[in-house]
Structures are given as structure tokens and as C-alpha cells.
């Protein structure tokens, strides 16, 4: 790890635990006698969606430590997100009741079921949308479905051209501005960064059930779900906290996962080097148990630990980096073990038209192809060739 580490950020990391022993605890209470930017901290746990653990842990063991001004603040906004948490909640099952009442199969995943799966307690996790799975096919009825409860999508004109078309997005979005609920419906097409694409139709066979606001809803298993979590953290580059502490708390949780079918259910996604980064990570910054079977396989794996240094050295820094385009491609390319593989897999998300692209230029129909050219330009733009503040 980097010497530059600031305390606020160690103080989150410590804080993202939903039980902390005796060791930690006392880590905690030696940083809170430190000067805290404690404005920075809690601006740092909103980001990193982890404000619910921090106010857990911090108004367990050290209330009497905090300034009156952030004491307050952790209140206030632990019980807003409770009280959130419950409302998007009960919307996740309006939305999958409606669906399956029109013969929709349909998947929650992350969310409030993952708050459940991982932390028990679907108030421990702060999350923004609500993400849903199906099948491609079934987009245009889903799209009609959720437009009649009063979402607004956000690309309508994609799904209005035909669900079969090549304008796929990286998932179709919809919102629901007064309040203040997004929902996004993912499918087959959609989940790209997945670096083969996931058959529906054998993960929907092997669903597991989690109770939300005392209902069963079925999601993805544990074996299915632990690589596909860790494909979504080296999509968005492990750009919170939140993402790792999930890695975390299911591998405490379920301390009996079998490891030989989530292994093989990794292998057929080719996401090893993805779940080995994601492994490494949990391990080295939240100190999840990993099997020593499985944790000398990630050893093994010099990229995934090379790779999970640098994300925890810039998770960790008093100044956080954005990735710049070269190093965004460079990451993607070392996802996948074997250069020629690695390589495909990075040119491949760095051509393929997304919604930023269409709402740059939007080409007829003949000329689509164009944004195979336009999209690399268009990245350079916004993330630049070289490292910028935030």
C-alpha cells in the first residue's frame, strides 16, 4: 500500500465491517484522537455508499468522540437511508410482481436483495437504483410495463426502433424524477463487460431465494453471484468502497461457499482474473477470509495482485485519480489472463457504441458504424491521455 494513505479513508476501510473485533475497534478509537477532516469523511462514505456501516460502527463505539455536527449528520442520514432503503425495497416488488403477472421472468440483482444476501439487513447497504435482469426478448413488453407505473425511459428512442436493433445500451434506463427512483432493466445484450455473455436461461435454474420486506425474491446463487459481482467492480474500475465490503461480508457470511462450483462458474464467464482481483482486494483491505486453497490461487496471479495494489493505493489516497483513457484501456486488457484474449477484451469495450456516444453525435442508420471510430475520441475527450484531479 501507499505511504500516502489518508486517515480519513483508513478510518472508512476500518468502518466497513458490519462486526468489528476487539483489534479493530481499538485501531478506530486510536485515529479518531487524530485531527479529522470529518467533513471529507462522511462527504468520502456517501461516495463510496458505505455511510450506513460508518454510522453503524462510529455511533456504536465512539459516539462521545465525534464533533456534535457529525454526530448529527450520521443520524439523520442513516435514518433517511433506512427509510430509503425500505421504499426501493417495496418498489423492487411492485416492479417484479407486475412482471411476473405478465409472464416476465425477471432477476433483481445488487440493490436491496445484495444488502440482504450480504449484510443481513437491507438498511447496512446504501444503494441508489434498482437493477433488474431479463431477456432481451422480453424488453419491449418490460419497457411498456414500466413506463404504466410513471418512469420515464431515458433512451426511449432505442427501445422504440425495435429491442432487436444494434443500438443496445449499457442498460436500459429509466427514472422517476419526482421520486427520485431509477431503475435499470438489464439483459443478455446489455451486460457487455461480461467477457463471455451469460446464458439466462442455465442462471435462472439455479436462483436462490432471499426475503425482502418479508417476501421471498429469487436472485442469483452465491457461486453465480460472487464472479458476477466482481465482473461489475472491474467494470466500473473498483471505484468504491461499497463494492468490496460486498466481496467482503458474503465471504463471512457464508463461510460454507462452495468454492469448487463457483470456481467452475467463474471459468465458463472467463472471469477468473476478475474474481482473483476482486478476492484480492477483499483480502487485503477489509481482511475477508479467503480458503487458503483459493487464496494461493490469486497469489499465483501476479497481474490480479499487481492490478488490486494499484486500486487499493488509489481508493486509499487523500487524492483520488481518475483513471485516464490509456489507463482505463490498460485495466480492461488485464482482465482476462492471455494477451491476445486480454487485448480483444479491451478493444472490444472500447469500440462498441454506448449512450454518451449517441447523445454526442446521433448518426442515421447507414452511417452506425461510424461510432466504432467516434467512440475511442470521444473517451479520450472525457478521460483525457493523462491523470486529472477529480
Same mark, same amino acid.
Given at each position: 500500500?501507499?505511504?500516502?494513505?489518508?486517515?480519513?479513508?483508513?478510518?472508512?476501510?476500518?468502518?466497513?465491517?458490519?462486526?468489528?473485533?476487539?483489534?479493530?475497534?481499538?485501531?478506530?478509537?486510536?485515529?479518531?484522537?487524530?485531527?479529522?477532516?470529518?467533513?471529507?469523511?462522511?462527504?468520502?462514505?456517501?461516495?463510496?455508499?458505505?455511510?450506513?456501516?460508518?454510522?453503524?460502527?462510529?455511533?456504536?463505539?465512539?459516539?462521545?468522540?465525534?464533533?456534535?455536527?457529525?454526530?448529527?449528520?450520521?443520524?439523520?442520514?442513516?435514518?433517511?437511508?433506512?427509510?430509503?432503503?425500505?421504499?426501493?425495497?417495496?418498489?423492487?416488488?411492485?416492479?417484479?410482481?407486475?412482471?411476473?403477472?405478465?409472464?416476465?421472468?425477471?432477476?433483481?440483482?445488487?440493490?436491496?436483495?445484495?444488502?440482504?444476501?450480504?449484510?443481513?439487513? @437491507?438498511?447496512?447497504?446504501?444503494?441508489?437504483?434498482? !437493477?433488474?435482469?431479463?431477456?432481451?426478448?422480453? =424488453?419491449?413488453?418490460?419497457?411498456?410495463?414500466?413506463?404504466?407505473?410513471?418512469?420515464?425511459?431515458?433512451?426511449?428512442?432505442?427501445?422504440?426502433?425495435?429491442?432487436?436493433?444494434?443500438?443496445?445500451?449499457?442498460?436500459?434506463?429509466?427514472?422517476?424524477?419526482?421520486?427520485?427512483?431509477?431503475?435499470? *432493466?438489464?439483459?443478455? &445484450?446489455?451486460?457487455?463487460?461480461?467477457?463471455?455473455?451469460?446464458?439466462?436461461?442455465?442462471?435462472?435454474?439455479?436462483?436462490?431465494?432471499?426475503?425482502?420486506?418479508?417476501?421471498?425474491?429469487?436472485?442469483?446463487?452465491?457461486?453465480? /453471484?460472487?464472479?458476477?459481482?466482481?465482473?461489475?467492480?472491474?467494470?466500473?474500475?473498483?471505484?468504491?468502497?461499497?463494492?468490496?465490503? !460486498?466481496?467482503?461480508?458474503?465471504?463471512?457470511?457464508?463461510?460454507? *461457499?462452495?468454492?469448487?462450483?463457483?470456481?467452475?462458474?467463474?471459468?465458463?464467464?472467463?472471469?477468473?482474473?476478475? &474474481?482473483?482481483?476482486?478476492?484480492?482486494?477483499?483480502?487485503?483491505?477489509?481482511?475477508?477470509?479467503?480458503?487458503?486453497?483459493?487464496?494461493?490461487?490469486?497469489?499465483?496471479?501476479?497481474?490480479?495482485?499487481?492490478?488490486?495494489?494499484?486500486?487499493?493505493?488509489?481508493?486509499?489516497?487523500?487524492?483520488?485519480?481518475? @483513471?485516464?483513457?490509456? /489507463?482505463?484501456?490498460?485495466?480492461?486488457?488485464?482482465?482476462?489472463?492471455?494477451?491476445?484474449?486480454?487485448?480483444?477484451?479491451?478493444?472490444? *469495450?472500447?469500440?462498441?457504441?454506448?449512450?454518451?456516444?449517441?447523445?454526442?453525435?446521433?448518426?442515421?442508420?447507414?452511417?452506425?458504424? =461510424?461510432?466504432?471510430?467516434?467512440?475511442?475520441?470521444?473517451?479520450?475527450?472525457?478521460?483525457?491521455?493523462?491523470?486529472?484531479?477529480?
Amino acid at each position: 500500500m501507499t505511504s500516502a494513505v489518508s486517515p480519513e479513508k483508513q478510518l472508512l476501510a476500518y468502518c466497513s465491517h458490519i462486526q468489528l473485533d476487539s483489534s479493530l475497534a481499538q485501531k478506530i478509537a486510536q485515529l479518531l484522537e487524530r485531527d479529522l477532516d470529518w467533513d471529507y469523511m462522511l462527504n468520502e462514505a456517501e461516495e463510496n455508499s458505505i455511510f450506513p456501516l460508518v454510522g453503524r460502527q462510529l455511533q456504536a463505539i465512539a459516539t462521545d468522540a465525534l464533533p456534535a455536527a457529525a454526530a448529527d449528520r450520521l443520524r439523520n442520514g442513516c435514518r433517511a437511508n433506512t427509510i430509503r432503503c425500505l421504499f426501493l425495497a417495496a418498489e423492487l416488488i411492485k416492479i417484479l410482481d407486475l412482471f411476473r403477472s405478465q409472464g416476465i421472468e425477471a432477476i433483481p440483482y445488487k440493490g436491496p436483495v445484495l444488502a440482504v444476501q450480504a449484510y443481513g439487513d @437491507i438498511t447496512l447497504r446504501a444503494f441508489e437504483d434498482l !437493477d433488474i435482469v431479463l431477456r432481451q426478448s422480453d =424488453l419491449p413488453k418490460a419497457h411498456e410495463l414500466v413506463l404504466g407505473l410513471g418512469y420515464r425511459a431515458k433512451f426511449d428512442w432505442v427501445i422504440s426502433s425495435g429491442a432487436d436493433t444494434s443500438a443496445v445500451p449499457g442498460e436500459y434506463n429509466y427514472r422517476d424524477e419526482e421520486r427520485r427512483v431509477m431503475v435499470e *432493466l438489464h439483459t443478455e &445484450l446489455t451486460l457487455r463487460h461480461f467477457p463471455k455473455p451469460p446464458n439466462l436461461d442455465e442462471l435462472s435454474l439455479r436462483l436462490a431465494s432471499v426475503r425482502l420486506n418479508e417476501r421471498e425474491v429469487r436472485t442469483f446463487s452465491l457461486e453465480d /453471484g460472487l464472479p458476477i459481482l466482481c465482473i461489475h467492480g472491474a467494470k466500473d474500475f473498483w471505484g468504491r468502497f461499497s463494492w468490496i465490503a !460486498d466481496i467482503s461480508e458474503l465471504l463471512r457470511r457464508y463461510p460454507n *461457499l462452495n468454492w469448487d462450483i463457483t470456481m467452475q462458474r467463474t471459468e465458463s464467464l472467463n472471469a477468473e482474473r476478475m &474474481l482473483h482481483v476482486g478476492l484480492a482486494l477483499a483480502a487485503g483491505l477489509l481482511d475477508a477470509p479467503v480458503p487458503n486453497e483459493i487464496w494461493q490461487r490469486v497469489q499465483a496471479d501476479r497481474v490480479a495482485t499487481d492490478v488490486a495494489s494499484e486500486i487499493t493505493n488509489r481508493l486509499m489516497s487523500p487524492d483520488y485519480r481518475p @483513471i485516464d483513457a490509456p /489507463g482505463r484501456f490498460n485495466f480492461r486488457r488485464r482482465m482476462l489472463s492471455g494477451t491476445f484474449a486480454g487485448w480483444r477484451y479491451a478493444l472490444r *469495450l472500447s469500440v462498441i457504441p454506448a449512450e454518451e456516444d449517441w447523445q454526442m453525435m446521433r448518426l442515421p442508420g447507414p452511417l452506425a458504424p =461510424l461510432y466504432i471510430a467516434l467512440r475511442p475520441l470521444r473517451l479520450l475527450r472525457k478521460y483525457g491521455w493523462a491523470s486529472r484531479r477529480a
